[in-house]
């Protein structure tokens, strides 16, 4: 089917294409309580096709995307791309080429055990220890082989194959005739059965204090204490503003050389772009474009030092040898993760929902488990908000040296945010 699209593209009125060929296959596993209810082989395969249109005698460009099902007729393949091609007549950017550098590094053939990584995970979830006040309610394994090819009109043709895979995880707890339920969503490339454990306890753990919590304690401003997933977003939010995109459209003001956090008195950020990541869901050193991923320093000791992006941002700021990041790696703090939790402050586990955005820097989460210390004391609480702003919390953040991975993220243990707006629901 590819050679047919090919073969059509070659003949269509467009100026450049690319193509990602996806083949997946897999296992499902779907479990109530620690029976198994279902499970399935998946065997899929997809086509996306991008399309690039010349406008006003090449001083614009157009673009759109489609897919094309692999069950597809060639009437039914030219019926997609006429569409896909007049949608991109319709997108009007300034002009930008795609990537024409031939890659340098070899294919990624990984070795993915399907069978075996779907057992580890199974026997991973049967080893949690439960109680009769806390369990496992449910949950569903997804492990994937997947097989990415892509090429473009400029001769980059690059393939690679890696691990997926996703846990999904229901858990309840009870307490004198109250029950609550907790869900959690794990992804990986493979099995890391230690973590799986470790992180499903403190979710039973994290339920049965819930039910213990009292109304968080309107507190005007606090110390706050990030310790789990939740903490990726504040990091994201010094990754998204070193992207080529936010540059260009005005929205991050960050320069090269300069620091990110002017007058910073806490640790300084390291953040590095990584070709590889073991254990990621994304483990690819080519990113969608064609572009070859690169290890390099984004952000050196708290100073900008390498903008990353796709190719139409890139070549808008003149970047060479640029791609989309997939993994990246924030070095540790100073501290250990007992020195970040110090004196008096908020430690949230669980939000109902929460942000750090890359836009405004605005922060904002709803507290549904968090742990005030206080005076040497600890009281488990519940409702509330937390928010901020990330211009001014940067300033004085710290965190542990103990990193921890979460997915396609390397990021300290331990992160503590002074002097956010702690929005609390009882006098204190």
């Known amino acids: 089917m590819l050679d047919t699209i090919k073969k059509k593209l070659a003949a269509l009125d467009c100026d450049a294409w690319e193509l990602t060929e996806t083949k997946k296959r897999g296992w499902e596993f779907y479990f109530i309580r620690h ?33 094309i099902p692999p069950t597809a007729s060639e009437a039914e393949i030219d019926e997609r791309l006429a569409s896909i091609l007049y949608q991109a007549t319709l997108v009007k950017n300034p002009y930008y080429t795609i990537t024409d550098k031939p890659i340098d590094i070899p294919e990624k053939k990984a070795s993915v055990d399907v069978e075996k990584t779907a057992e580890d ?16 309610n449910s949950y569903e394994i997804f492990v994937s082989e997947l097989t990415r090819h892509t090429l473009n009109s400029k001769g980059v043709e690059y393939t690679c194959t890696y691990p997926e895979s996703s846990v999904e995880v229901v858990v309840n707890a009870r307490r004198d005739g109250h029950e609550i339920e907790m869900y959690r969503m794990y992804d990986s490339g493979t099995c890391d059965a230690e973590k799986l454990r470790s992180d499903i306890t403190d979710t039973m753990r994290c339920g049965r204090d819930r039910l213990t919590a009292v109304p968080t304690p309107k507190l005007d401003t606090a110390a706050v204490v990030f310790s789990t997933e939740d903490a990726v977003s504040i990091y994201d939010y010094f990754l998204d503003r070193m992207s080529a995109s936010m540059k260009h459209q005005k929205i991050s003001d960050w320069e090269l050389g300069k620091e990110v956090a002017p007058g910073a008195r806490g640790d300084k950020i390291t953040l590095e772009a990584l070709s590889t990541l073991p254990n990621s869901s994304e483990d690819f050193p080519v990113d969608e474009e064609g572009a070859v991923i690169r290890d390099r320093f984004l952000i050196r000791d708290g100073v900008a030092e390498n903008f990353w992006g796709s190719r139409q941002f890139s070549e808008y700021l003149g970047l060479r040898d640029s791609s989309v990041v997939h993994n990246v790696r924030f070095s540790g703090g100073k ?71 979460y997915d396609t993220h390397i990021i300290p243990a331990v992160t503590r945010l002074e002097n956010l707006r702690i929005a609390g629901v009882a006098d204190v």
């Open 335 to 405: 501290g250990s993760a007992a020195d970040v939790r110090h004196g008096d402050y908020l430690e949230v586990v669980e939000f109902s929902s929460f942000e750090a955005d890359a836009m405004s820097g605005d922060i904002a989460g709803e507290i549904r488990v968090g742990y005030w210390h206080h005076d040497g004391k600890t009281t488990v609480v519940t409702g509330g908000s937390v928010s901020g702003n990330m211009l001014e919390a940067a300033k004085d953040m710290t965190f542990s040296r103990e990193t921890r991975q």
């Open 35 to 67: 029976k198994l209810d279902q499970n399935r082989a998946v065997e899929v395969k997809s086509v996306k096709v991008k399309l690039y249109k010349s406008l006003e005698g090449g001083k614009l460009i157009g673009s759109a995307s489609g897919e």
């Open 121 to 136: 995970f199974i026997r991973a979830m049967r080893s949690v220890e439960e109680t009769a006040g806390e369990d496992i």
